[in-house]
């Protein structure tokens, strides 16, 4: 029954869109270190193709090729062919399908523990940032200042009453950016003009509606690991570029690094259940993240980002879309 | 360390593209290391014969010349496991499009292997005799919109079917020359 549905049109996208996903991965990933790219403009670019080509790979090679599926294809044309692996039962116990569709639940999982339950949870809990308590006039003039640099509407700020460090934007038309009382009494007023101005940068940038239709990819493609991964290194990458930027236009990277300290998780110890451990494990990897954002601004210039290749960036799309042809 | 060129640039992504076209070469062969005997070209039908050990193949002893169909096959395949099938296709002489397809596989197998001819629309069959066997013969319109017919049957355990861009007289004819007898 498994390796009849693996080989119907629905079993063949699943299979292929995770094949030409970890294809698209490793091409990317060689892409950096053939074209020397450094840059995380460049890398959040680049890491798009992996996440978007392979939703739409095999109903357009079908379209192309509609013998493409067929064992005909698979023999003589084809430079790899997963019925090959997964018709495989080295052991004489489980056939390699089994295996594998296996490993697409867990994912699968993965993704509804670590996407979906959060969201349910939230709603249920009715958890909300806090009520906002209005603006404060120096505030209101840094942003304007900050705005008027980077040429962005001004949005909405509100403060809220937290004993927490809160920095975020809401909205996708209409922009709010929402800050706790905790954080600017933290933070000195260039360190908070950087916090400010990276999330100004994030408005500019559209980063919120970019980060929906990314999610939208990421949740089609909810059994396919690469797109687990890589939807969470395009977010960081996101964040890496806005820092850049923000530098680019403050000229002050030690107030930014000052900023994104604040942000730090306190791990300490605490009782061992699993949910703990879960809250452990996110607030080291957010940690970890928050590290390399610092490293990264002590590495970086003044400058922005770097000019973008189009031409590699395209060999590169060719590439993966090529390749992903032959792979069935 | 010195900036490399455009040029060094695109050859290093260039001999990394090589790389992954090789370990994807690879990993399409290592199958058939771990499992032998599953669907696989033959050169010949004597190896194909000789590798998977197959027994009663069942060849045509005759094909009508003004079909220009050239024999030996032009292409032939055979696997032994998920189960026996054995395919031959035989290409029109100086061309590189298939005329004739002969598929023999196991009448227990799970699934049909999908013939290279591709039949658009199938009329109705209609039972007939090929060497007191019961056989269906099914007029149809192939790829390229060639009319064409499709002879079955089951002989000992075992579904021999062809289809070939020629009439049904000499489909049957073809059919007929691979069983031995009058």
Redo the contacts between chains.
Sequence with gaps: MII?FL?SYPGMYITQSVLHAH?AL??VE??F????IRDHHAKFRYRLLTLTLPVFMFPLYQLITP?RS???FR??T????SQ??L????LGILPLYHVFVIFLLIVTAVFIVQEILPIFRERSSGTDLGVCEGTLDTLEVMLDSICRTLRIKKPEICVIDEPLPVLVTQGFKHHRIIVSNHLIEALEEEQLRGALTHEAVHIMRDSSSKTQLIYLLRMLMFYNPVSLVEFRRVVHDDEFICDAITVSKTKNPAALIAAISCFYHQLGEGPKGLSQMKQRIEGHSHNLLLDERIQKLQEIGHDGPEHFGW??FM??AS?ILI?GY??V | MK??S?GQ??F??A???L???GL??V??WL??L??KK????FSSIDSAEKELRMKHLFLPTYIPEDLRLVWPPAEI?AQEV?FRAFIMHLKYKGSDEVGLVMEQTDANAP?R??P?I?IKTKTAGSQISVKNRKAVLIPAICDDNVPCNEVSWNENGTIITLICKCSAQDIVKIASSTLPGQ
């Design positions: 009849r080989s294809i490793l091409i060689l892409s270190f053939a074209w020397g013998q067929e064992w005909y023999l003589n084809a430079l790899f062919d090959r692996w018709e495989l039962d080295p031409i590699p060999l590169t590439v390749m032959l792979v | 900036a490399w455009f640039k695109l290093l992504f001999v990394t593209i790389l992954v076209t994807l070469t990993l399409n199958p058939s771990l499992q599953t669907m696989k070209r395949y998920p699934y292997i999908e290279h591709k």
